[in-house]
């Protein structure tokens, strides 16, 4: 969704106020695809505080399917998201090396865009889907959460490993 912020650098308001909606479907974040699997409207407000000066705020939030870090069953989880930005046009268009705002595209905002950005930010570091989720076996991928394996997934010091292969080569004679 793009919002024009014309009217609000050029004098005629002081405020904008608006109801908007992600058209985003899911995040991106070049390494994962997460679905956003609840959205919700919410206030967007853009604020003139000087010639050519505004600023943005807004808070809300979205609910991302998540692959539990250990097991990768899916988790719903809630991501909040916080918007308080300030921008200076004049400064943007001088300075190249001024911090770059990417939702800015002539006199419009890229709603998505800045969204996207403070989701990214927001977003927790571990997803689990129980505290005392078991994972995944790692010799034969089985979901330890629902059923035990029977796999040998004992960890030996690797300095040892070498009288290990000694004693399976002995066991094969």
Known sequence: MLIDFRE??????????????????????????????????????L??????????????????????DRCLEPVDTDVDFVIDESVDM??????????E???IDGYNLDVDKLVFSEILLSMPRK????????GLCL????????????CDRSVLDPRMSVFKDIL???KEV
């Open 8 to 45: 609000l650098l050029f004098g005629t308001r002081d405020l904008i106020s608006q109801q908007v909606e992600l058209e985003m479907n899911t995040i991106n974040n070049g390494v994962s695809s997460y679905d956003i699997v609840k959205k919700e409207p919410f206030e967007l407000c």
């Open 47 to 68: 604020t003139k505080v000087g010639k050519g000066k505004f600023h943005i705020s807004a808070k809300s939030f979205v609910r991302l399917r998540i692959p539990c």
């Open 90 to 99: 004049a400064e943007a268009s001088e300075d190249e090396e001024s911090e």
């Open 101 to 103: 705002k990417d939702y």
């Open 127 to 134: 997803i689990l889907c129980k505290e005392d989720c078991k």
């Open 139 to 150: 010799v034969c991928g089985a979901n330890l959460n629902i059923a035990e394996c029977g």
């Open 168 to 170: 399976n080569d002995f």
